[in-house]
Antibody, heavy 124, light 110 residues
Framework: EVQLVESGGGLVQPGRSLRLSCTTS????????MNWVRQAPGKGLEWVGF??????????EYAASVKGRFTISRDDSKSIAYLQMNSLKTEDTAVYYC???????????????WGQGALVTVSS | QSALTQPPSASGSPGQSVTISCTGT?????????VSWYQQHPGKAPKLTIY???KRPSGVPDRFSGSKSGNTASLTVSGLQAEDEADYYC??????????FGGGTKLTVL
């Protein structure tokens, strides 16, 4: 059974950093691109970014709203994806979902499995 | 790129059919057969309901179907049931490492 479990959410002050982890099981992690999507309270879904497999360089793409502040990484030996969030702003407050991406290698095409989400609240 | 356009709300009575539209452009929905739909119940994670325009993942009832015409994709829920009440989001691949989300539609079962 495919499982994705986010952890590391919580309350953080503006300007500070936070790292989310996405621990996975039930599939060969290294074969899949991984992706993050967020949802502000009462709002719709917003793409955050994704990381390609090592076969495609393990490189990243990010939404303009987080580029330069957020970094996605992966540890294939542990089957974990990470979302490092720096210089957090109040508008980053959201539930952050880790998703497994079905991709063409270079781009996500759709997301077949989702974690339960981790709430990040940015407030002073 | 702009978000895909979905109606904010849709509704239907139990047993009826309801269709939710997702309108993009010739650069996204109109160019690629990678439109997917997600169902989200309150307080829960989204769940893949339709992928590649019209394919259903294992376990999704065949009451859910997808289609596309030109720049508009559609999700149809037939034989509406109370548990279908949820938010529905569409997503489309848009080429050049871009993926675009719809704003979501709240489906109410009357």
């Amino acid at each position: 059974e495919v499982q994705l479990v986010e952890s590391g959410g919580g309350l953080v002050q503006p300007g500070r950093s936070l790292r989310l982890s996405c621990t996975t099981s039930g599939f060969t992690f290294g074969d899949y691109a991984m992706n993050w999507v967020r949802q502000a309270p009462g709002k719709g879904l917003e793409w955050v970014g994704f990381i390609r497999t090592k076969a495609y360089g393990g490189t990243n793409e990010y939404a303009a709203s987080v580029k330069g502040r957020f970094t996605i990484s992966r540890d294939d030996s542990k089957s974990i994806a990470y979302l490092q969030m720096n210089s957090l702003k109040t508008e980053d407050t959201a539930v952050y979902y880790c998703t497994r991406a079905i991709s063409n290698g270079w781009s996500p095409l759709y997301f077949d499995y989702w974690g339960q989400g981790a709430l990040v609240t940015v407030s002073s | 790129q702009s978000a895909l356009t979905q109606p904010p709300s849709a509704s239907g009575s139990p047993g009826q059919s309801v269709t939710i539209s997702c309108t993009g452009t010739s650069s996204d929905v109109g160019s690629y057969n990678y439109v997917s739909w997600y169902q989200q119940h309150p307080g829960k994670a989204p769940k893949l309901t339709i992928y590649e325009v019209s394919k259903r993942p294992s376990g999704v009832p065949d009451r859910f179907s997808g289609s596309k015409s030109g720049n508009t994709a559609s999700l149809t829920v037939s034989g509406l049931q109370a548990e279908d009440e949820a938010d529905y989001y569409c997503i489309s691949y848009a080429g050049s490492n871009n993926i675009i989300f719809g704003g979501g539609t709240k489906l109410t079962v009357l």
